[in-house]
């Protein structure tokens, strides 16, 4: 009997389940889908000159990103440390947002110096963020106004800017 009994008690708790209540499980039946984050990118900035050995003591130019890609937006418009990382070690690098003017995303202008000059190459690394699912081509970013400067401030001619896009 106490067989029979513990048999009748296991499947009473074994049997219980949904009371046939139309309150859902918190999701209403919905599938969560997550949601896309933004995905970090670089543009790294380059130089070349008339020969391997030219030596600039500071460049200055301004950088249109697509709408897509964005730079964090401090207060005072100055990009916080970090975004902006020059490549000549010992450099003095700064950005400002100067506004969208006519292009569709942010607008920056960038410096870069060094006291004791530095070599055409690699110039400085901006990172940024790529909205979710956007697909950008180099093309799209708009370097321009880049002037190189000798250690006296005066332009030096023949230098030319590249620039290069890293998704991940």
Not at 22 to 41: D, F, I, K, R, Y
Not at 54 to 83: H, M, R
Not at 98 to 122: A, K, R
């Amino acid at each position: 009997m106490r067989v029979f009994f513990l048999l009748l008690l296991c499947s009473v708790i074994t049997g219980c389940g949904s009371s046939g209540s139309t309150g859902g499980s918190g999701t209403e039946g919905n599938v969560l889908v997550p949601q896309p984050t933004p995905a970090p990118a670089q543009i790294v900035i380059s130089t070349s000159g008339p020969a391997p050995d030219t030596v600039l003591y500071g460049a200055q130019f301004t950088l249109a990103l697509p709408k897509a890609l964005t730079v964090p937006d401090p207060a005072g418009n100055l990009l916080p440390a970090g975004v902006l990382q020059p490549a000549p070690s010992g450099s003095f690098a700064g950005a400002a947002l100067v506004g969208t003017g006519s292009e569709p995303g942010q607008v920056l202008l960038v410096n870069i110096s060094h006291p004791g000059g530095f070599t055409v190459g690699p110039l400085a690394t901006l990172n940024c963020t790529l909205a979710p699912g956007a697909k950008i081509a180099s093309s799209e970013i708009v370097l321009s106004g880049f002037s190189a400067r000798d250690p006296d401030g005066a332009p030096i001619a023949g230098v030319v800017p590249h620039l290069a896009l890293k998704t991940q």
